[in-house]
């Protein structure tokens, strides 16, 4: 598996699209209309690949006073419980530091709190629904 970078409007960042679609959003019964494209066009955009074939995402989408956010994370199911997702946080944190920012934080739907608390985030606020399901809002410090 390899981990890296992708470019916007790329045939990567196509299937990247998809890939959320599909493990995020229609789950859950979300459109595929709720992705701005155009707001991504400045994002960090990371892809997980097994071989050319992607398998896990995410979106880091820098904030002020130091937070990039980490958004849109997902990993396909048939690839799910293998260490690829926790992969794909230490690749944002090590983007997010090369770039200087301090904190790394995301909005977490309940059911994946667990997985995010032991990569070492904590939940730093109330709860709140976002597109009809629990959130928690998480962070780590990045030294």
């Known amino acids: 598996m390899t981990i890296r970078q992708i470019d916007f409007d790329s045939k990567d960042y196509e299937e990247m699209l998809a890939l959320r679609v599909s493990q995020l959003l229609e789950p859950i019964g979300v459109p595929a209309t709720y992705i701005d494209r155009e707001a991504e066009r400045k994002d960090i955009l990371v892809g997980a690949f097994d071989g050319d074939e992607m398998i896990g995402c995410c979106v880091l989408t820098?904030?002020?006073?130091?937070?990039?956010?980490?958004?849109?994370?997902?990993?396909?199911?048939?690839?799910?419980?293998?260490?690829?997702?926790?992969?794909?946080?230490?690749?944002?944190?090590?983007?997010?530091?090369?770039?200087?920012?301090?904190?790394?934080?995301?909005?977490?739907?309940?059911?994946?709190?667990v997985f995010y608390q032991k990569c070492g985030y904590e939940i730093y606020d109330a709860p709140f629904s976002e597109v009809g399901i629990g959130h928690h809002k998480m962070r780590k410090l990045l030294g």
Do not use: W
């Open 62 to 113: 820098p904030r002020l006073k130091g937070n990039m956010q980490l958004r849109q994370m997902a990993v396909r199911k048939d690839y799910r419980s293998k260490g690829i997702g926790a992969q794909i946080i230490d690749f944002a944190e090590a983007i997010a530091r090369q770039r200087n920012f301090t904190t790394l934080m995301m909005h977490a739907r309940d059911p994946v709190i």
